[in-house]
């Protein structure tokens, strides 16, 4: 899980000067790879990593 969240974190941060499009849409394909009901599987660590994203989408 911490990796997951690692991996998003570093992506997060390479986007964050660009300008507000790009960073929904990396959002938005973070949240489509890590959704819980994508990944049944993992689906408590993949809660914890949308919870992120979704917290990093709120400070923009």
């Known amino acids: 899980v911490a990796r997951i969240i690692a ?3 570093i ?9 507000l499009q790009a960073r929904r849409r990396l959002w938005k394909t ?3 790879k890590y959704h ?7 689906a408590d660590a ?6 992120k994203l979704n917290a990093w989408a709120e400070a923009f």
């Open 36 to 42: 819980p009901d994508k990944n049944p599987k993992m």
């Open 30 to 32: 973070l949240i489509l």
């Open 11 to 19: 992506a997060m941060s390479k986007i964050q000067c660009q300008d």
């Open 7 to 9: 991996d998003a974190e």
């Open 46 to 51: 993949a809660a914890e990593v949308c919870k």
